[in-house]
Protein backbone atom coordinates (compact mmCIF):
# COMPACT_ATOMS: atom_id res chain seq x y z
CA UNK A 1 0.00 0.00 0.00
CA UNK A 2 2.92 2.20 0.63
CA UNK A 3 4.79 1.63 -3.04
CA UNK A 4 3.71 1.87 -6.25
CA UNK A 5 5.03 0.08 -9.32
CA UNK A 6 5.52 1.77 -12.48
CA UNK A 7 5.84 -0.02 -15.58
CA UNK A 8 5.18 0.27 -18.99
CA UNK A 9 1.68 -1.44 -20.24
CA UNK A 10 3.84 -4.34 -20.80
CA UNK A 11 6.64 -5.80 -19.10
CA UNK A 12 9.89 -4.83 -20.17
CA UNK A 13 11.95 -7.88 -19.78
CA UNK A 14 14.91 -5.65 -19.48
CA UNK A 15 13.61 -4.39 -16.27
CA UNK A 16 11.23 -6.30 -14.95
CA UNK A 17 10.89 -4.40 -11.63
CA UNK A 18 10.06 -1.13 -13.34
CA UNK A 19 10.74 1.77 -10.92
CA UNK A 20 9.09 1.86 -7.44
CA UNK A 21 8.38 4.99 -5.91
CA UNK A 22 6.42 5.48 -2.53
CA UNK A 23 3.07 6.77 -3.21
CA UNK A 24 3.16 9.24 0.05
CA UNK A 25 6.08 10.75 -1.86
CA UNK A 26 3.85 10.20 -5.82
CA UNK A 27 0.83 11.93 -3.66
CA UNK A 28 3.03 15.51 -2.51
CA UNK A 29 4.21 16.16 -5.70
CA UNK A 30 1.78 15.47 -8.42
CA UNK A 31 0.27 18.15 -10.30
CA UNK A 32 -3.94 18.62 -10.45
CA UNK A 33 -3.57 17.60 -14.15
CA UNK A 34 -0.89 14.67 -13.76
CA UNK A 35 -3.90 13.53 -10.69
CA UNK A 36 -6.35 13.89 -13.56
CA UNK A 37 -4.61 11.91 -16.10
CA UNK A 38 -4.23 9.21 -13.04
CA UNK A 39 -8.06 8.84 -12.07
CA UNK A 40 -8.53 9.05 -16.12
CA UNK A 41 -6.83 6.21 -16.81
CA UNK A 42 -7.94 4.31 -13.98
CA UNK A 43 -12.08 5.14 -14.03
CA UNK A 44 -11.77 3.93 -17.72
CA UNK A 45 -13.08 0.75 -18.13
CA UNK A 46 -12.35 -0.30 -14.55
CA UNK A 47 -15.48 -2.55 -12.61
CA UNK A 48 -17.34 -0.63 -9.47
CA UNK A 49 -16.20 2.83 -9.06
CA UNK A 50 -19.04 2.46 -5.70
CA UNK A 51 -16.69 -0.20 -4.71
CA UNK A 52 -13.54 1.69 -5.25
CA UNK A 53 -15.33 4.91 -3.19
CA UNK A 54 -15.80 3.16 -0.22
CA UNK A 55 -12.70 1.52 -0.34
CA UNK A 56 -10.89 4.71 -0.81
CA UNK A 57 -12.95 6.29 2.02
CA UNK A 58 -12.65 4.10 4.25
CA UNK A 59 -8.59 3.73 3.27
CA UNK A 60 -8.03 7.41 3.56
CA UNK A 61 -10.12 7.61 7.05
CA UNK A 62 -7.98 4.69 8.91
CA UNK A 63 -4.63 6.66 7.13
CA UNK A 64 -5.71 10.09 8.51
CA UNK A 65 -8.83 10.44 11.02
CA UNK A 66 -8.97 14.51 10.46
CA UNK A 67 -8.91 14.65 6.84
CA UNK A 68 -13.02 14.76 5.99
CA UNK A 69 -13.44 17.96 5.58
CA UNK A 70 -10.43 18.66 2.81
CA UNK A 71 -11.45 15.22 1.09
CA UNK A 72 -15.25 15.72 0.78
CA UNK A 73 -13.98 19.39 -0.39
CA UNK A 74 -12.62 18.43 -3.35
CA UNK A 75 -15.17 15.56 -4.66
CA UNK A 76 -17.84 18.64 -3.78
CA UNK A 77 -15.69 20.80 -6.13
CA UNK A 78 -15.41 18.23 -8.84
CA UNK A 79 -19.10 17.92 -8.89
CA UNK A 80 -20.31 21.26 -8.52
CA UNK A 81 -17.37 22.15 -11.62
CA UNK A 82 -19.33 19.10 -13.44
CA UNK A 83 -22.69 20.26 -12.69
CA UNK A 84 -21.81 23.94 -14.05
CA UNK A 85 -20.17 23.02 -16.93
CA UNK A 86 -21.88 20.03 -17.93
CA UNK A 87 -23.07 21.49 -21.54
CA UNK A 88 -19.18 22.16 -22.20
CA UNK A 89 -18.58 18.78 -21.23
CA UNK A 90 -20.73 17.11 -23.08
CA UNK A 91 -21.73 13.79 -22.01
CA UNK A 92 -24.08 10.72 -23.36
CA UNK A 93 -27.02 8.51 -22.40
CA UNK A 94 -24.40 6.72 -20.34
CA UNK A 95 -23.57 9.40 -18.17
CA UNK A 96 -27.19 11.11 -18.12
CA UNK A 97 -27.92 10.59 -14.18
CA UNK A 98 -24.52 11.05 -13.33
CA UNK A 99 -24.51 14.29 -14.77
CA UNK A 100 -28.04 15.24 -13.60
CA UNK A 101 -27.02 14.74 -10.28
CA UNK A 102 -23.92 16.73 -10.48
CA UNK A 103 -26.72 19.61 -11.59
CA UNK A 104 -28.38 19.21 -8.56
CA UNK A 105 -25.24 18.99 -6.52
CA UNK A 106 -24.28 22.25 -8.03
CA UNK A 107 -27.60 24.06 -7.67
CA UNK A 108 -27.65 23.09 -4.16
CA UNK A 109 -23.89 24.29 -3.14
CA UNK A 110 -25.00 27.63 -4.88
CA UNK A 111 -27.61 28.06 -2.93
CA UNK A 112 -25.49 27.47 0.17
CA UNK A 113 -27.57 24.07 0.61
CA UNK A 114 -24.21 22.41 0.41
CA UNK A 115 -21.51 23.86 2.21
CA UNK A 116 -17.78 23.40 1.88
CA UNK A 117 -15.78 22.59 4.86
CA UNK A 118 -14.15 25.87 6.44
CA UNK A 119 -10.88 25.63 7.86
CA UNK A 120 -9.61 28.12 10.41
Not at 47 to 62: K, T, Y
Not at 99 to 120: G, H
Amino acid sequence: MDEVKITEWKEDPENPCGIVIEAHHLGKRISPLVLATILEARFNGFESPVRWGEIVGGAIGAMHRTLQGVVINFFIAVLVYYGKHVKEIGSDARNEVAMKSAVKISDAFSKEEIRLQPFI
